[in-house]
């Protein structure tokens, strides 16, 4: 927790789900000696959570802003609008991304296929571009890539979904080999099963679909995610907790849930 101390933060996607608990867990573990930049396009959920946390860590410092990472050319001006004390970024979090639907190939929309795209590849991608500069002038800081056991092993229903976070895991591989002369460290969170907004966004606020995702077994949550994010980056200097799989005990793949039967 000393680690963190003083150190800023910035996470995408942090309106809900595995983004916000991880704003929520960099507070606690650091008792509000934390910088945090909150960005999603959600700007309603941002000032709600920045309400909060005034009330509970006076001491903390957070910046919230609307982006859209798929929208390529607010980027920049978002992190050059950064008020001063919160431009030396150390830690980005690359939460932002989303499964559009489980049409098999042949009846995918065009624009989920993009949507997956823009958001898990590109957006990820631009991100750590403009954010990367910063960290190389220090020689330190971690770049966290939020990917997914769909990037790692592809099934039926989800060919876009697991192709934009096998993207992501060969982004965040050459990463980090070409960072291997630096202090950065690259962090791959891979996880199975959690229970967050993701299914309904996938089944389009089908809440029925969605419920049954998680049904009869015990899910990850999002404070489990955001506990792993804040252990890998509070780890020494010579550590890195370079790629983590993490699943609930119930489920062992993509196919292997175990329901209670
Ligand atoms: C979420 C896990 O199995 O739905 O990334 O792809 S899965």
New binding site residues.
């Given amino acids: 927790a000393e680690r963190l101390a003083g150190k800023t933060v910035f996470i995408t996607g942090a309106s809900a789900g595995i983004g916000q608990a991880t704003a929520k867990e960099y507070l606690d573990a650091s008792n509000g000696q934390i910088r945090l930049i909150l960005a999603a396009r959600r700007l309603e959920k941002l000032q709600e959570f920045k309400e909060q946390t005034s009330k509970n860590y006076p001491s903390a410092q957070v910046h919230i802003g609307k982006l859209d990472v798929t929208e390529i050319d607010t980027i920049k001006p978002f992190l050059d609008k950064l008020p001063k004390e919160f431009q030396d970024i150390d830690i980005l979090i690359n939460n932002a991304?989303k499964?559009l639907g489980t049409e098999k190939v042949g009846d995918i929309a065009d624009e989920d296929v993009e949507g997956m795209f823009n958001t898990n590849v590109l957006g990820l991608i631009k991100v750590t571009q403009a954010v990367l500069p910063i960290l190389k002038r220090k020689n330190s800081g971690d770049v966290v890539n939020v990917?997914?056991?769909?990037g790692r092993e592809a099934?039926p229903g989800?060919s876009i979904?697991?192709a934009t976070?096998h993207a992501v895991r060969a982004f965040t591989e050459s990463l980090r080999k070409e960072l291997i002369d630096t202090k950065i460290r690259v962090i791959s969170v891979d996880?199975?099963?959690?229970e967050t907004e993701?299914?309904m966004v996938?089944f389009r606020g089908d809440s029925e679909k969605a419920k049954k995702?998680y049904q009869d077994t015990v899910p990850l949550y999002a404070e489990d995610i955001a506990d792993l994010i804040v252990y890998a980056t509070s780890r020494k200097q010579n550590t890195v907790i370079a790629d983590t799989l993490i699943f609930s005990s119930n489920q062992a793949s993509?196919y292997h849930l175990y329901r209670g039967s």
Avoid: I, L, T
């Fill in positions: 991304g499964a990917s997914s056991v769909a099934y989800g979904y697991c976070k996880p199975g099963n959690v993701f299914s996938r995702v993509p």
